[in-house]
């Protein structure tokens, strides 16, 4: 049985302990991802890119933590999201929360269909523990299992 | 309270702001309807809410807006959520 997380978060959408030269890299692994899971096509690894230059890295939303997306459009082919975790953090020049080492790429085709997952997110980033637990886990199912929880 | 949440492209980081808020009202036990909006269309829509939440890079966008507009700075902190919103009421 496939999960809602394991629909939205498969196992082809994360790449763990990578490293990225700098921001842009760091949003290009995001979007790599969500084209390897099926959900996106290049052109919006690029809109993602541009949403950052156009304006600026608000994306970066918590400390550590960017939330690489842009809107919907014909380059996103299914709702659904990415997770790159970077082994050296890089600054995407947000001074309330840079250095980053997490980066979640979202494609959406509506404002509607992620939400579950994202409020399933939402609260486990927003706990300390959990947040040190996602830094530590092995694995795309063990990640899985720290959301769901 | 009517809260709108505002980001870029209003898929995002306000949806994810929109969830953090919702769980914080709700221990608050505070009546709120929370939605979300891009920065474009924020503007218009903000005229019928009660408070504004954004980022701090897009706040500056939204001057002029007559609805009181809040940055937060750290979107997965609930304690500044909380801090905001016991402000606003």
């Known amino acids: 049985m496939t999960t809602e997380m394991q629909q939205y978060l498969p196992d082809e959408a994360f790449d763990l302990d990578v490293e990225a030269a700098d921001w842009r890299e760091a949003i290009r692994l995001s979007g790599d991802r969500l084209v390897a899971a099926g959900f996106t096509t290049e052109a919006y690894t690029q809109a993602m890119i541009e949403t950052v230059e156009k304006m600026g890295p608000y994306i970066v939303i918590a400390p550590g933590l960017a939330l690489a997306h842009s809107r919907p459009s014909e380059a996103v082919l299914n709702t659904g999201l990415s997770w790159v975790r970077l082994s050296t953090p890089v600054e995407f020049g947000n001074k309330d929360n840079d250095p980053v080492s997490l980066v979640i790429g979202l494609a959406g085709r509506n404002e509607e269909e992620h939400v579950h997952v994202m409020s399933a997110i939402a609260g486990a980033l927003s706990s300390a523990e959990k947040r040190k637990k996602l830094e530590e886990a092995p694995t795309a199912a063990a990640i899985r299992t720290i959301l769901e929880a | ?89």
Request: proline content about 3%; aromatic content about 2%.
């Open chain 2, 1 to 89: 309270m009517d809260i709108l949440c505002v980001c870029g492209n209003g898929i995002g980081t306000s949806v994810l702001l929109k969830a953090n808020v919702e769980q914080v009202a709700s221990q608050l036990d505070m009546d709120v309807n929370v939605s979300t909006a891009d920065i474009g269309t924020a503007p218009g829509t903000a005229v019928t809410q009660d408070l504004v939440l954004t980022s701090a890079q897009l706040a500056p966008e939204l001057e002029g807006v007559s609805t009181p507009v809040r940055v937060v700075h750290n979107f997965m902190d609930l304690n500044e959520i909380q801090q905001v919103l016991e402000d606003a009421e």
